[in-house]
């Protein structure tokens, strides 16, 4: 079936260290995002990246629609920072399939 | 502007109790879906409404229900509560099937 595989599943940075989260996407991508959720629960919105580059801050996001994968940037981490993150698509379905979810950890 | 609204956000119910939880969208959205998301499972699909018809259902039992107002506002009713339908149950919407907005949750905890 289709899927969303996430890496790394878990990362643990110090503060101000830089990371990349990937998301590899079993058939070709319609709608991707990427999402952080926060203790809460809620998730919030950080990319809505079908293709192209774009940057938030010290976020930063690419999508290589050709070779269905997406790379998320987060430069300068802080302790706000962690959390879940997780990249989902729609594939055309009117619904969003989700990947697994990478945990963020940043201590000070 | 109003971001998506959940209610409630907490909820504790008994084994074989219903439960109804309701969603409301950001103004001018009409496409509300509702997702499951538990540690074992991960973020699950429950189903997507748009202009009140229900357009896709994910893989769940028929326990697990919806409507959709001509309002755009959105309810989900579970019924025979089992243990297993403790989770966070988060609603989105979109405008016209694009990028996703979704509410804080309301997290059930079925005892």
């Known amino acids: 079936g289709i899927q969303v595989e996430q890496s790394p599943p878990d990362l643990i940075l110090q503060e101000g260290a830089n990371s990349t989260l990937r998301c590899n996407f079993s058939?070709?991508?319609?709608?991707l995002q990427w999402f952080h959720q926060n203790p809460w629960g809620q998730l919030i919105n950080l990319f809505y990246?079908?293709?192209g580059t774009k940057q938030n801050g010290r976020l930063s996001a690419t999508t290589v629609a050709t070779e269905r994968y997406s790379l998320l940037y987060i430069s300068s981490s802080q302790t706000t920072d962690s959390g879940v993150y997780f990249c989902?698509?729609?594939?055309?379905?009117?619904?969003?399939?989700f990947g697994t979810g990478t945990r963020l950890q940043v201590f000070p | 502007k109003a971001g998506v609204t959940q209610t409630p956000r907490y909820l504790i119910k008994t084994r074989g109790q219903q439960v109804t939880l309701s969603c409301s969208p950001i103004s001018g959205h009409r496409s509300v879906s509702w997702y499951q998301q538990t540690p074992g499972q991960g973020l699950q699909f429950l189903f997507e409404?748009?202009?009140?018809?229900?357009?896709n259902k994910g893989n769940f039992p028929g326990r697990f229900s919806g409507r959709q107002f001509s309002n755009s506002r959105s309810e989900m009713n579970v019924s025979t509560l089992e243990l297993g339908d403790s989770a966070l149950y988060l609603c989105?919407?979109?405008?016209?099937?694009?990028?996703?907005?979704f509410g804080q949750g309301t997290r059930l905890t079925v005892v």
């Open positions: 989105a919407s979109s405008f016209s099937d694009f990028e996703a907005f």
């Open positions: 989902a698509d729609d594939y055309n379905t009117d619904k969003l399939i």
């Open positions: 990246i079908p293709s």
């Open positions: 058939d070709s991508v319609n709608n």
């Open positions: 409404y748009f202009s009140e018809t229900q357009r």
